[in-house]
């Protein structure tokens, strides 16, 4: 499954597919990309980050990948499973000096058994 | 490890009326964040604290004020409450930018201003 455009705020995919989520991020002078996970009642959790001189890179079951000449970031999961159902955030880091982050709407991942 | 706490988690304030939310890390992170999370959307940055003793301006300030205590506390204070404050408040902190900067988030407090 794969989440398309920016107003596409759910992602619902069947357990064991592959999960595409989306993000268009909006400054070109960011230089670094994080990917955050947040279960309900939940703070953002890191998942995966990625640094302007890169295209891709690879976690543990997470793919992030970065296309910088159309300013859009995308997070693949593997073989989703049902703990992975949560809203994912992209945020971007526009300093490189204080960390501030600015993030995305967020994308709802609803895994069916 | 406690990582970063937040107090209270839960909160009803009438308008008008002032608190302050606590955030403490116990990671020796320099950087500390305070962020708002309304339904639907992102988490929009309020104030920040690059270290102890300066805080600046994020996107979404008007309405709030800010103290860094010490390096480990960072508190935000509302000082006339109005509806439109009513949200999720997120403390966040990350350690001096090395090789990456990850912040680590607090549980969240849920504000409801009536």
């Known amino acids: 499954g794969e989440n398309v455009g920016l107003h596409l705020p759910t992602l619902s995919v069947q357990e064991g597919d592959n999960s595409i989520i989306n993000c268009a991020y909006s400054?070109?002078?960011?230089?670094?990309f994080i990917w955050y996970k947040q279960e309900s009642g939940k703070g953002p959790q890191f998942i995966i980050d990625?640094?302007?001189?890169?295209d891709k890179r690879q976690g543990q079951r997470v793919t992030v990948l970065l296309n910088k000449t159309v300013k859009h970031l995308s997070l693949q999961i593997a073989a989703t499973q049902p703990g992975d159902s949560a809203v994912y955030f992209c945020a971007e880091n526009l300093s490189g000096n204080t960390g501030k982050l600015i993030f995305g709407q967020g994308t709802t991942l609803q895994v069916k058994p | 490890n406690a990582g970063v706490t937040q107090t209270p988690k839960f909160q009803v304030l009438k308008t008008g009326q002032s608190m302050t939310l606590q955030c403490a890390q116990d990671?020796?992170?320099?950087?500390m964040y305070w962020y708002r999370q309304d339904p639907g959307m992102g988490l929009r940055l309020i104030y920040y604290s690059a270290s102890e003793g300066t805080t600046d301006k994020g996107e979404v300030p008007n309405g709030y004020n800010v103290s860094r205590l010490n390096k480990r506390e960072f508190s935000l204070r509302l000082e006339s409450a109005a509806p439109s404050q009513t949200s999720v408040y997120f403390c966040?902190?990350?350690?001096?930018?090395?090789?990456?900067?990850?912040?680590?988030f607090g549980q969240g407090t849920r504000l409801t201003v009536v």
């Open positions: 966040a902190s990350t350690r001096p930018r090395v090789a990456v900067e990850k912040a680590f």
């Open positions: 400054n070109s002078a960011s230089d670094y």
């Open positions: 990671m020796n992170h320099n950087s």
């Open positions: 990625i640094r302007s001189n890169m």
